[in-house]
């Protein structure tokens, strides 16, 4: 369940987490056109709090929206500001945040016509997406049936709600056979993403990722890529095969819910020797420092706020 807090922004004001509440014919509810983001506030080492790349998750809310055609009645730094309001109504030193936009009730049918934009800002405390164990030991994956979404089908750029369909969808299906996560091919076959995380493997010291044809454009795969290359580590975006993973040193996926979790294994196959990988625990390492403000270099990625 999750843990509930004492407040929950709604269109410009805090109301109590049980009076949060829409309408049944709310048209996101029927059709599934919104938009979310996923962030993550941290207690940093100085003994404050920060919420980590805010404003590069509030853009890509406002792209998401944009892509989607939602007209938002909302600055990109109304939404700044909500989210620390809501962190320190809700007395949160380290949380969870989950900005979503939607489109509320009026007329039914697909065109939403002029029904409202409506917005949300949720928070509360989430630990490790994958449990505990999964950030040091690593997890099991499986090729989904599911294929991930064409570029055509679905706004595979946005983080909109009904793109995650596939997503409930491949993960209920890898949960119900044993495994932790679902990895999704793309319309080509090639590997594109996980149900709600980004990949990356490691071949002969050097780190691969896919590039951002057909997945959401992580900010957690962003940083890695900027804190691998700081750390000495080549790193390369391009296509790869799931039989390319299965022969990876190490591979890994990356997510504000998920952080850093290394893969262990790959439909049967070990990867590696079967645990988290060095450079997998490196750069997990690296990037909670980072989040818990423990890295100057990257001060400026860090929101501070104070509960
Ligand atoms: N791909 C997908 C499909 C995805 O949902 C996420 C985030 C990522 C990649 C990584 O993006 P970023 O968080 O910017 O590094 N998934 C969010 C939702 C998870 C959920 O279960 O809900 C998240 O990690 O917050």
Redesign the pocket.
Known sequence: MVQKTDKIWFDGKLVPWDEANVHVLTHTLHYGVGVF???RAYKTVDGRSAVYRLKE?VK?LFDSARIMEMKVPHSEEDIVKAIVETLQANQLAEA?IRPLMFIGDGVMGVHPGKNPIRTIVATWFWGA?LGEEALKKGIRIKTSTFTRHHVNVMMTKA?ACG??VN?VLAKMEAVADGYDEALMLDTSGYVS??????IFLVRNGVIKTPPLTS???????ESMIKLARELGYEVVEERFTRDELYSADEAFL?????ELTPIREVDRRRIGKGEAGPVALHLQKEYFKIVTGDNAAHADWLHYYTV
């Open positions: 983001e996923g962030i998750h890509r969870y997406y983080k793109n995650y997503s993403e996980c149900t709600g995380e980004n997945i959401l454009a992580g900010i957690t795969r990356t997510g504000t819910a998920a």
